[in-house]
């Protein structure tokens, strides 16, 4: 379970997929992205996608929200849906998000294992730190609005932490491409 801010991890360039390797004429060096960088890009993404693995080993990719807070990744579900049994099976699980454009963005996969998180303190953390990014209100299928803090708080959604172990960035900016890695 986290318990502060991640640690600083090691940044490093892939040159093999990066510009690096073949720059365009007049394109500055490519160099690693900063962990601070792609904290921002993690903090203000809207949608993830998170990757889980079945116990019959077929994988399960579903888009989920979250939120960043004290060092990983937080996200609910509900306690039957597939992700959650899939993460009783097996907690490794990868969160993945960025832009869906092949000239611009940049694109973050968090590989981690996710523990669920039942300290009451900690819970009430969480969701203020959704609730301060998506306010109050998260939209139901039926289209009626309730608090995402109600489900969490009467068991009807479980929550889960994912500190990241390995995380990579693949940056576009008009035809500069970078590809990064950071190891904790």
């Not at 990066?18 to 960088?37: D, F, M, Q």
């Not at 693949?170 to 491409?177: E, I, L």
């Amino acid at each position: 379970m986290p318990t502060g801010p991640a640690q600083q991890p090691t940044a490093e360039l892939d040159a093999r997929y990066s510009s690096a390797l073949n720059p365009r004429p007049g394109a500055a060096g490519v160099t690693a992205i900063e962990w601070a960088e792609a904290l921002g890009h993690l903090e203000a993404a809207e949608i993830f996608w998170v990757s889980t693995v079945r116990p019959d080993g077929r994988l399960h990719v579903t888009p989920v929200i979250a939120a960043w807070h004290d060092g990983a990744l937080y996200f609910s579900t509900g306690p039957e849906e597939q992700k959650a049994r899939n993460l009783a099976h097996d907690a490794h699980c990868v969160l993945t998000t960025g832009r869906n454009a092949l000239t611009e963005g940049f694109d973050i996969v968090v590989e981690g294992q996710a523990e669920r998180v039942t300290d009451p303190a900690v819970l009430e953390e969480v969701i203020a730190a959704h609730e301060a990014k998506y306010g109050p209100h998260i939209t139901s299928p039926e289209g009626t609005f309730h608090g995402l803090g109600d489900t969490i708080r009467t068991g009807a959604a479980v929550v889960f932490a994912v500190v990241p172990a390995t995380a990579y960035g693949f940056g576009r900016d008009n035809g500069v491409y970078s590809h990064t890695r950071w190891v904790f």
